[in-house]
């Protein structure tokens, strides 16, 4: 009997030793809004949450592989790319999600630099990124220190985040969601723009260092209701609302910025 469950989601992206954030939080956020998580691990860090410490590269030809093998045999309704280290990287993603006649929608976290202050992308990727991932891109997630790398522009508050979608909207992505958790005050702001919409989401900030993971958490969540159909502001509304009961709720582990709950959902639908 063939199961008619969608919500199949490629994450291709790092893994985090330390669980909190990477493949480890994506795995767990796609699982946690139901989706069913599929991987291609494209580096190993040496992490926990101080920092990280040492990158082991998988070769080109393993990431590929996994790629091609889950497409070709399970299938993905939606991909969401994360820390992809390097521009060969970058353009071999590329490649391969151009392949296909209808491409899963595709979810960009541009991760350049670890929670504690590690570059996770060579600069030569980041040209990459531009240039031949986000137009591919059905979302791009980037905070506020990536969407100032990507469009040169500096960010300082929300009419900034807005610029700066629009010049990522300029590159091809069908839409993007700008988070603005970086921004000094007492309330994070998050602007979702495409072609014809702008919206500006909402939420008090958490005085809290169990933050780690944050960005991958949302972007994979995201993506995950997006394979199942959900529409985009439906979908950024309920993966914020989920990160930010995760952050409240943080089970407190690690000395430095510590993992979320990725239980929080399961613990909403309970209470």
């Not at 958790?181 to 702001?189: E, N, W, Y």
């Amino acid at each position: 009997m063939t199961s008619s469950m969608q919500g199949r989601v490629l994450i291709v992206a790092g893994s985090d030793s330390g669980g909190g954030a990477g493949i480890q939080a994506d795995i767990k956020a796609v699982t946690a809004m139901g989706g069913f998580a599929m991987t291609a691990v494209t580096a190993i860090t040496v992490q926990n949450t101080l920092g990280v410490s040492a990158i082991h590269e998988v070769p080109l030809d393993i990431v590929v592989g996994q790629m091609r093998a889950v497409l070709e045999d399970l299938g993905a309704d939606a991909i969401k790319t994360g820390m992809l280290h390097n521009a060969d990287i970058v353009e071999a993603v590329a490649e391969e999600l151009s392949r296909g006649d209808t491409a899963p929608a595709l979810v960009v976290d541009p991760v350049m630099i670890a929670k504690g202050g590690a570059s996770l992308l060579e600069d030569s990727a980041v040209s990459a990124i531009r240039e031949v991932l986000i137009p591919l891109a059905a979302l791009v997630t980037p905070n506020v220190p990536e969407a100032e790398v990507l469009t040169g522009r500096k960010i300082v508050d929300v009419e900034g985040q807005k610029a700066a979608a629009d010049a990522l909207l300029g590159l091809g992505a069908e839409a993007v969601l700008i988070k603005g958790g970086h921004l000094p005050g007492d309330m994070i702001f998050d602007v979702l723009a495409t072609q014809e919409t702008l919206q500006v989401f909402s939420s008090p900030r958490i005085d809290t260092r169990h933050t780690h993971g944050t960005g991958c958490t949302l972007a994979s969540a995201i993506a995950a209701l997006i394979a199942q159909g959900v529409d985009l502001t439906a979908a950024v509304a309920t993966a914020r609302d989920y990160v930010h009961e995760a952050i409240r709720t943080a089970p407190g582990f690690g000395k430095g910025h510590g993992p979320l709950n990725f239980l929080a959902a399961f613990e909403e639908d309970e209470g």
